[in-house]
């Protein structure tokens, strides 16, 4: 048998714990007439050598992308944007795939901050830093991988028509981004029928409209009216913004279908209306 | 006893025979007299008209001079934009990008006529309504001054930026938002406000975290307090109570809170040193009937009037205009109901 193959096959029976099987392969090559320092060197010896540097690599892997997460957390939450991006510079640096670095770096670290905001344990400076620090990362690692992933779902954003805030607007934007969503954002003052007309044309699962002002949170009962006016009943409504935090209540009398406090909960609650798991 | 009295007794910790009650009713003067709000804005002869008819309807403590809590940025060049049922808002920028900053000099009100017109409003009042109900000015303080003239983004990113680059613009930022807010509220004072109310929204704990407040608004705000010749109200216009502890420092006699404030928690921090004003759910009382409002402010006054500093109100900035007059009414009876089963009880 040629000898590479032979250790391919007792390697694996090593890692699968098949001591049978390695023990019978050992036979077999001694039966072929492989003498015995040979078969100690060439297939025990690597192969213990190569099970102690797999465990190894994995031990250290795992520990370190938790402790980069949890850096990358603390950065952020101290407002260090620098100290954020070198974590992900090192890890690049130490050959951790883009994707390793979204899904166990960044996305742990992003999943506790939204904890923080769900408990409003930190302020909207904190939050504002730490997503435009992510979401320029993330572009950057988006460009480093083979192929753009692919969105969970298409969502319009808008501030409501003669609201000129835009802060709320953009964060709930770059969560959503941040966690999968295709997101077209149609900036501040947006009429309801751009909305419907984008509706439309961009076949879109939800639309958040964003309102600071309670007078043009009201503009959202139209915009109800106007989706359903047009038989758009697939399309979720969802509102947010100061009208909807201070009163729980307020976006079911303007007839929408969930609201979100901020950027973590609109992931939730995006999530929840296309029946993604959470 | 007159409402200045009333007032100036429950700011010093003792209790009026009435705890005061200043609901802000800064629109609805223009549904009195049957007008657009910006038309209302428009003539400072209006809202003199109008505040002294909502004064004969509800009977509340004070009236407000100043039409809205945005009017500070015209006296920069900034616009603002009306709208038919709520107050204005931000509608032009006054200032385009930091690389402008070098260029720009602190204002004076006097160049801007809607400024001036809040000053003869201010004079009106006091002619019909100084020493027997407050009268109440406002200005947005310098910290928070700077998102309404370049907006939050812009105002944001410098606060993260390298302290190179940061320190120098912000000193000349705040230094000149700084100056406008003193002679602006100087000016309101000498005009014959009793109050300046400086609205701080960028300063609260929902905005910034506790060691930016220490490090750049809190020494700001007392600087300008201590410039400010007469008694000032600070308004967070967001979440205080973490940073509570340190507002006794600033030189403010009162301070306005929010509703997720715990206001009976924030008194007993600024107890004797600051009296405390508040903190109902401005937007919830949209859709509560007159019980519910009512019963609102009774839990409220048990919670804090006891021993007083405090003021019936809402939580910053004002009554918005879809709210009912019998809610109005249920706020400013509620003290005196109050007032009945205290002494009854004894």
């Known amino acids: ?81 620098n100290g954020a991006r070198q974590v992900v510079d090192e890890a690049l640096k130490n050959q951790i795939s ?18 923080l905001q769900s408990k409003e344990e930190i302020s909207l400076a904190q939050i504002y830093l730490a997503s435009k620090t992510t979401e320029e990362i993330l572009e950057k690692l988006i460009s480093l991988m083979p192929s753009k992933p692919q969105g969970i779902g298409k969502i319009l954003l808008g501030s409501a028509f003669g609201d000129y805030h835009s802060m709320g607007r953009k964060l709930v934007g770059a969560f959503l981004r941040f966690y999968g969503f295709d997101v077209i954002d149609l900036g501040m003052s947006v009429p309801n029928e751009k909305f419907v007309e984008y509706a439309l044309k961009e076949n ?60 973590i909960a609109a992931v939730n609650v995006a999530k929840e209306l296309l029946g993604k798991k959470l | 006893m007159d409402s200045v009295d009333r007032i100036l007794k429950t700011l010093c910790y003792k209790e009026p025979e009435m705890v005061p009650v200043l609901p802000v009713l800064l629109l609805q ?30 009977g509340h403590d004070g ?22 049922s709520g107050p204005p808002s931000v ?21 801007s006529p809607t400024l001036l017109r809040t000053l003869k409003t201010i004079e009106g009042l006091a002619q019909r309504f100084k020493g027997k109900k407050l009268i109440v000015g406002a200005a947005i303080a310098p910290f928070s001054l700077p998102s309404m003239l370049i907006g939050t983004e812009p105002w944001f990113e410098l606060l993260w930026e390298d302290e190179l680059i940061r320190e120098p613009i912000m000193n000349k930022v705040l230094n000149i938002t700084k100056n406008f807010c003193i002679s602006w509220c100087n000016a309101q004072l000498r005009a014959g406000a009793d109050v300046v109310v400086l609205a701080d929204g960028i300063a609260s704990a929902t905005c910034i975290m506790r ?28 979440h205080i109570e973490p940073f509570v502890d340190l507002l006794p420092q600033i030189g403010a006699s ?7 404030d715990n206001i009976k928690k924030c008194k007993e921090i600024l107890h004797g040193k600051m009296a405390v004003m508040g903190n109902l759910n401005n937007i919830e009382i949209l859709h509560w009937n007159k019980e519910t409002t009512s019963q609102k402010c009774l839990d409220l006054l048990d919670q804090v009037a006891p021993g007083g500093g405090f003021i019936l109100s809402t939580q910053g900035p004002e009554i918005p205009w879809g709210t009912s007059d019998e809610n109005i009414h249920a706020i400013v009876d509620s003290v005196k109901i109050w007032q009945k089963m205290r002494n009854k009880n004894g």
């Not at chain 1, 098949?18 to 060439?42: C, E, F, S, T, W």
């Not at chain 1, 939800?206 to 139209?222: D, K």
């Not at chain 2, 020494?219 to 967070?236: F, N, R």
């Open chain 1, 1 to 81: 048998m040629d000898l590479e193959l032979l250790y391919s096959k007792f390697y694996q029976s090593l890692k699968e714990e098949r001591y049978l099987d390695a023990k019978n392969l050992i036979y077999q090559a001694h039966q072929q007439g492989m003498p015995a320092g040979h078969i100690l060197v060439k297939l025990v010896n690597r192969a213990l050598d190569q099970m102690q540097k797999s465990v190894q690599t994995h031990s250290v892997l795992a520990v370190d992308l938790s402790a980069e997460s949890k850096k990358y957390f603390e950065s952020l939450v101290a407002a260090d944007r």
């Open chain 1, 98 to 115: 883009p994707t390793d670095i979204l899904h166990k770096i960044l996305t742990p670290a992003m999943d506790d901050i939204g904890r």
């Open chain 1, 204 to 263: 879109v699962n939800i639309i958040f409209v964003s309102a600071l002002l309670l007078h043009t949170a009201e503009h959202l009962r139209g915009l109800k009216q106007m989706l359903t006016e047009r038989k758009l009943h697939h399309v979720k409504l969802v509102a947010g913004g100061a009208p909807f935090n201070f009163d729980k209540d307020l976006y079911k009398r303007l007839g929408c279908d969930a609201t979100a406090p901020h950027g």
């Open chain 2, 29 to 58: 003067g223009a549904k009195e007299l049957n007008l657009s709000i910006k038309e209302y804005f428009s003539k400072h002869e209006n809202i003199i008209e109008g505040q002294t008819l909502l004064l004969e309807k509800y």
């Open chain 2, 63 to 84: 009236v407000y001079g100043i039409p809205h809590v945005v009017e500070d940025i015209e006296g920069f060049g900034g616009e603002l934009m009306y709208f038919e």
């Open chain 2, 91 to 111: 509608g032009k920028m006054a200032w385009r990008s930091w690389s402008d900053i070098d260029k720009i000099k602190t204002p004076s009100f006097e160049s």
């Open chain 2, 211 to 238: 060691n930016q407040f220490e490090r750049y608004a809190l020494p700001l705000i007392k600087e300008t307090i201590h410039s400010i010749q007469g008694t000032v109200v600070y308004e967070p216009v967001g």
């Open chain 2, 254 to 260: 009162l301070t306005i809170l929010e509703y997720k």
